[in-house]
T-cell receptor, first 112, second 117 residues
Framework: DTEVTQTPKHLVMGMTNKKSLKCEQH?????MYWYKQKAKKPPELMFV???????INESVPSRFSPECPNSSLLNLHLHALQPEDSALYLC???????????FGEGSWLTVV | AQSVSQHNHHVILSEAASLELGCNYS??????LFWYVQYPGQHLQLLLK??????LVKGIKGFEAEFIKSKFSFNLRKPSVQWSDTAEYFC???????????????FGKGTKLSVIP
């Protein structure tokens, strides 16, 4: 079982809504990630946080806003999304000195 | 930048058949290699990984993979597949260290495996 916990598992939102995806890990990992995965495609990196600082933003539209309140938590704030943003959003983490990225179960997002 | 190629888009096998999924990567330096599996409607799970040492690595559920440096390959194998192995399989390479504990993981496009009972 994954030790990266994501909530909610499923989210349906309208294009004018504001919602958030949450991610938590208690493995002491200091890097956390958001990936987006469309059906039958590999995950695509969105953001990387390292030691609670945003280190990589892969040119993600501003309607996605990440936040890292502390070393265990990672949020993804969603506002004014488009139907094409519907996807599986995966959170992941890794530890300093380790090379493996561990994924959560994902949040299935549907924008209507 | 690193890249990963998975040659087979969709593989269909009967139960008990042997499996080999191809993966080639492009990167001139030291690499860490991974195979992830994603069962229908589920999250990514790590099958196995190679960092160094014995190039033949064994993972969960009877899977193994062989790292052949000269061929830049990391093919996944299983002697006898089961219906429950039906899933999407992703090869990934982790070669670029982004600094301070974070890594850049590059995925191949995935291979869908369908096992017919």
């Amino acid at each position: 079982d994954t030790e990266v916990t994501q909530t909610p598992k499923h989210l349906v939102m309208g294009m004018t809504n504001k919602k958030s995806l949450k991610c938590e890990q208690h493995m002491g990992h200091r890097a956390m990630y958001w990936y987006k995965q469309k059906a039958k495609k590999p995950p695509e990196l969105m953001f990387v946080y390292s030691y609670e600082k945003l280190s990589i933003n892969e040119s993600v539209p501003s309607r996605f806003s990440p936040e890292c309140p502390n070393s265990s938590l990672l949020n993804l704030h969603l506002h004014a999304l488009q139907p094409e943003d519907s996807a599986l959003y995966l959170c992941a983490s890794s530890q300093d000195g380790g090379n493996t990225i561990y994924f959560g179960e994902g949040s299935w997002l549907t924008v209507v | 930048a690193q890249s990963v190629s998975q040659h087979n888009h969709h593989v269909i096998l009967s139960e008990a058949a042997s499996l080999e999924l191809g993966c080639n990567y492009s990167y001139g330096g030291t690499v860490n290699l991974f195979w992830y599996v994603q069962y229908p409607g589920q999250h990514l799970q790590l099958l196995l990984k190679y960092f160094s040492g014995d190039p033949l690595v064994k993972g969960i559920k009877g899977f193994e993979a062989e790292f052949i440096k000269s061929k830049f390959s990391f093919n996944l194998r299983k002697p006898s597949v089961q219906w429950s192995d039906t899933a999407e399989y992703f090869c990934a390479v982790n070669a670029a260290y982004s600094g301070a504990g974070s890594y850049q993981l590059t995925f191949g496009k995935g291979t869908k495996l369908s096992v017919i009972p």
